[in-house]
């Protein structure tokens, strides 16, 4: 039972990130931070004009950063409010899943399947 609410627990913040936008945004963001690094380096473009243009970069990350903190916040606190209100039910699940969370062995296996989901998708989708 508890590794089935592990699972859930990560397959959930998963499926919930996808659909909140933190994935995108995080693409978003590691664009916009590339194209920054690509104006310092541009000898071509006068100072004041990268200063503006960094300026503004800074502003959309600020925001990408608050984004993706209130995603990822409800993403992960979701499934935990399941396992609360059945925690509530009296079937206390939460502390044995936050420990198994942390064990070596879900840890590895969790990233294994979720790079291979991963993958397969990637191969899916455009």
Same mark, same amino acid.
């Given at each position: 039972?508890? !590794? /089935?609410s592990a +699972?859930? %627990?990560v397959? !959930?913040f998963?499926?919930? +990130?996808?659909?909140?936008g933190?994935?995108? *945004?995080?693409?978003e963001a &590691? +664009?916009i931070? =590339? +194209?920054a690094?690509k104006?310092?380096r541009?000898?071509? &473009?006068?100072?004041g004009?990268?200063?503006k &243009?960094?300026q503004r970069?800074?502003l *959309?990350l600020?925001?990408? @950063? #608050?984004? @993706?903190l209130?995603?990822?916040?409800? $993403? @992960?606190?979701a499934?935990? #409010? @399941?396992l609360w209100? /059945?925690e509530? $039910?009296?079937y206390? /699940?939460i502390?044995? !899943?936050l &420990?198994?969370l =942390? *064990?070596w062995?879900f840890?590895v #296996? $969790? !990233?294994? %399947? #979720?790079f291979i989901?991963?993958y397969?998708m *990637? =191969?899916r989708?455009p």
């Open positions: 039972m508890v !590794t /089935i +699972s859930f %627990v397959i !959930t998963a499926i919930l +990130s996808y659909y909140l933190v994935i995108s *945004r995080s693409r &590691i +664009s931070a =590339q +194209s690094g104006i310092l541009d000898n071509k &473009i006068e100072d004009d990268k200063e &243009i960094l970069s800074s *959309r600020f925001g990408l @950063l #608050g984004m @993706l209130f995603g990822s916040a409800i $993403a @992960l606190l499934p935990f #409010g @399941l209100v /059945i509530m $039910a009296g206390p /699940i502390d044995e !899943t &420990i198994m =942390q *064990r062995e840890l #296996g $969790a !990233t294994v %399947v #979720g989901v991963f397969y *990637r =191969q989708l």
